[in-house]
């Protein structure tokens, strides 16, 4: 393969396209509503009517997953939600005027028009099942790009000075960790994708894997050539058999296109990627446990020194990312370094990919640029809550804390969000409207944690659980105030001497509720003269 | 092999390179708690007993996988050190069923002896009473749950020392159980081969000798560091 065969690929595959095209959503939230069978009754009615210029193509999520199945006819632009398979006919049929029984969604929503898609530029728009259609997008030049005209230091420079930071929570600088990597000895070096995602309510990698998968093979491909390995793992949970079965697809194809294997573009370059499928222990996207699991031992972490850079898989250097982060890469190699900084805010450049859940009108898939307002996110894009008020927002998932409404101008980058006691996390956001009880909030968080817990350090093991159970005598009214005291201290103490990020992020939760809604807990207390 | 001075508790200290603040601090006859540490065997870094404050760093560091670096100053007896042991010490209790009065380590037991260490006269927390199986169906030895820690010392020094494995943990969190073989009772574990070491190693009454008085549980851990000084200094 050399770049006038995948231009060829590129030109050929936006030659054969028809005038008209129906796009309909095969992601997984559409898929759970349909929408396959929605695809095919689109196909047959098509045929029907014997129109050479209309194609149907399934294609990856388009973000507003909460009315899917969603279908969007090109070039004009029509979204229409809530589709049935029976709707399929009046939707061909509205191509030649008329109304199509399916509602009409609006593309002029804020929802859509304040984001900024960078990340998800290709979701929704391309046939994930089909690599033509990512390399008619674009794809793979990037990958060229840096095979032929950059040094693989030039390369790291560039996600240096791009400013990306990994999405996969912590926020840790990109070209910084791929600069270790690249430094570090080792006869192998490895390259893995971090896409557990086992927080609760998010499924932001899992929809970019869904929608684009050749994207996250192009990133790591790049990020191999950089930091110099020759082998990837992508290590996802078995619970995402269409994000594996896509991964799998697009490995397939790439390799058979000579983009991923030995040789790539004839530059002396082989890079093999490899799928891990985990079992879906939320401690297994820890990177130390990651790695164990991927070995073949028992997922748990070890104490860090040494880093995965410099003591990695079979105690070889090896970069770990998050699905977002590669994800970034191929558009900032494409557009450079400056234009990606230029997005975002000024410590937090680009986008951020988000999963909106919880009390919200438009639940779904987001990606704003950073710095963007809570507030703009729930209540323009998000549409507010159905009924009452907002109460609160919760980021960062079991790591993360809940902000009250009141803070509801905090912009979302990494450190305002960490100074109002939550964290960006991985992009897990839901929302809380006056009904919800910020108890009953951070038993849930606790109780995910402490069967998640993987045991090894004392503090996270027995610490969580102990939370846990004072959580249940305050909800059950059998505490009293030195009890609230008690955990609190607890929490601290859990906090700073866990061996993990699970551990040391556990209380959070419960932290950020005590701090703004303390008088939630101080109703549950009994009275100290009832207690023994 | 490069000398290190650093600082301990307001001592100045010389260690080798590559030791570890505990190694450094123990030749040096400063005590830092420890439970899952085990001489002999690899560190795991998961009791968290050992945590020191290092100057300049908020993050609190396991003395025992922790190497020594030139003019770190370490703390390992401040206020909130301390109540920290205390308390991870209070959770063990309150994790499983430590009935100190009827257990065959009454004595001889490093959990009972950390709790002295530590100060804990009370249990702040409440227990939690789980339903801890006993196996006695080894011969010669017996596995009692409710007195297990999880400081897999068992596990290390069966696949580091003897080289069979019997030992590992399955489960998660509060669940998570210390298991031979593929969870056969111990008896019916075919890799087992009745070593002892194991035994040595338990720093509670979990694993215990059968028809042992409770006078014969005391057990002596330098073993494990002797023999496996003495394998190295042969080969
Ligand atoms: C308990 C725990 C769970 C984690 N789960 C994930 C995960 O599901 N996906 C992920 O990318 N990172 C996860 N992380 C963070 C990773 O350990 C690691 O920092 C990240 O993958 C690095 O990628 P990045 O630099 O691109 O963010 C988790 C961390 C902890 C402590
Ligand atoms: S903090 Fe929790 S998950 Fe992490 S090592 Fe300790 S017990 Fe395991
Ligand atoms: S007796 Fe020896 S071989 Fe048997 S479990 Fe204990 S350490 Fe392992
Ligand atoms: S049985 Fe003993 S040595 Fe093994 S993990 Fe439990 S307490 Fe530790
Ligand atoms: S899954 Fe179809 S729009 Fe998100
Ligand atoms: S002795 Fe260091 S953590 Fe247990």
């Not at chain 1, 006038?4 to 509503?33: N, V, Y």
């Not at chain 1, 902000?403 to 996390?425: C, F, H, K, W």
């Not at chain 2, 439970?35 to 560091?61: K, T």
């Amino acid at each position: 393969m050399d770049i006038s065969e995948l231009l060829t690929i590129a030109e050929h595959e936006r030659t054969m396209r028809r005038p008209t095209c129906i796009r309909c959503c095969t992601a997984l939230g559409c898929q759970s509503a349909g929408s396959l069978s929605l695809k095919q009754r689109l196909e047959e009615a098509v045929a029907e009517v014997d129109r050479t210029d209309i194609e149907v193509i399934g294609v990856g999520c388009m973000g507003m997953c909460g009315h899917g199945p969603l279908v969007r006819v090109d070039p004009d632009g029509v979204l229409y939600e809530h589709v049935h398979a029976a709707d399929a006919p009046s939707i061909v049929a509205a191509l030649d005027g008329g109304d199509a029984t399916a509602p009409r969604g609006d593309p002029q929503h804020p929802f859509f028009t304040l984001q900024k898609r960078i990340v998800l530029e290709n979701s929704g728009i391309i046939d994930p099942e089909r690599i033509e259609s990512y390399i008619a997008a674009g794809g793979y030049q990037a990958l060229y790009c840096v095979l032929h005209d950059m040094t693989p230091a030039e390369v790291i420079d560039v996600v240096t000075r791009s400013g990306l930071r990994g999405r996969g929570g912590a926020g840790y600088p990109t070209g910084l960790k791929w600069a270790t990597v690249a430094k570090s000895h080792g006869d192998r070096k490895y390259v893995v994708c971090n896409a557990d995602e086992g927080d609760p309510g998010a499924f932001m990698d899992r929809s970019i894997i869904e929608s684009d998968p050749h994207k996250i093979l192009e990133g790591m491909a790049i990020a191999a050539y950089a930091v110099g390995a020759d082998q990837g793992y992508v290590y996802v949970r078995a619970e995402y058999p269409l994000a594996i079965q896509r991964l799998q697809r697009a490995i397939a194809q790439a390799r058979r296109l000579g983009l991923l294997g030995a040789q790539i573009f004839d530059a002396g370059f082989t890079f093999r990627i490899d799928i891990r499928v985990g079992a879906g222990a939320f401690v297994c996207g820890e990177e130390t446990a990651l790695m164990a699991s991927i070995e073949g031992r028992r997922g748990q972490p070890r104490p860090r020194p040494p880093y995965p850079a410099e003591s990695g898989l079979w105690g070889r250097p090896t970069l770990i990312n998050n699905v977002e982060t590669f994800a970034n890469i191929p558009p900032i190699i494409r557009n450079g370094a400056e234009w990606f900084a230029a997005i975002g805010a000024e410590h937090s450049k680009g986008t951020k990919v988000f999963a909106l859940t919880g009390k919200i009108r438009h639940t779904g898939l987001i990606e704003v640029p950073m710095g963007v307002t809570l507030r703009q996110i729930v209540e323009e894009m998000g549409g507010g809550v159905p009924e009452g008020r907002v109460k609160a927002v919760q980021t960062g998932g079991p790591s993360g804390g809940c902000i009250p409404a009141a803070l509801l101008d905090t912009p979302v980058d990494y450190e305002s969000l960490q100074r109002v006691g939550s964290i960006m996390g991985s992009g897990g956001m839901v929302v809380m409207d006056d009904a919800t009880n910020m108890v009953d909030v951070a038993h849930f968080y606790m109780e995910f944690c402490k069967d998640e817990s993987c045991g090894k350090c004392i503090p996270c093991r027995a610490g969580t659980a102990q939370m846990l159970h004072m959580l249940n005598l305050i909800r059950s009214g059998q505490a009293t105030a030195a009890d609230l005291a008690r955990l609190e201290q607890l929490c601290i103490m859990v906090k700073e001497t866990s061996l993990c990020g699970l551990g040391q992020s556990a209380p959070n939760p419960v932290l950020s509720t005590m701090k703004y809604f303390r008088e939630e807990y101080e109703a549950f207390v009994r009275d100290e003269g009832l207690a023994g | 092999m490069a000398a290190r001075t650093f600082t301990i508790d307001d001592q100045l200290i010389s260690a080798r390179e590559g030791e570890t603040i505990l190694q450094a601090a123990r030749e040096h006859g400063i005590s830092i708690p420890t439970l899952c540490h085990l001489d002999g065997v690899s560190d795991v870094g998961a009791c968290r007993l050992c945590l020191v404050e290092i100057e300049g760093s908020r993050a609190l560091r396991p003395a025992c996988v922790t190497p020594v670096v030139e003019e770190m100053v370490v703390r390992t007896d401040t206020e909130r050190l301390r109540e920290y042991r205390r308390m991870i010490i209070e959770l063990l209790f309150a994790e499983r069923n430590h009935v100190c009065a009827v257990c065959v380590a009454n004595g001889h037991c490093e959990l009972q002896d950390l709790a002295i260490a530590v100060g804990m006269d009370h249990v702040r927390f409440d227990y939690a009473f789980p339903r801890c199986d006993v196996d006695i169906s080894h011969p010669l030895f017996g596995i009692d749950h409710n007195r297990c820690v999880l400081c897999t010392r068992c596990v290390r020094v069966c696949d580091e020392v003897e080289g069979v494995h019997t030992w590992d943990v399955a489960g998660r969190g509060a669940d998570a159980r210390v298991i031979t073989d593929m969870r056969q009772p111990w008896g019916e574990a075919r890799s087992c081969t009745s070593c002892g070491k194991c035994v040595l190693a338990c720093p509670t009454g979990a694993i215990f000798r059968r028809g042992a008085t409770v006078g014969e549980m005391e057990r002596d851990r330098n073993k494990i560091a002797y023999i496996v000084a003495a394998r190295e200094q042969r080969w």
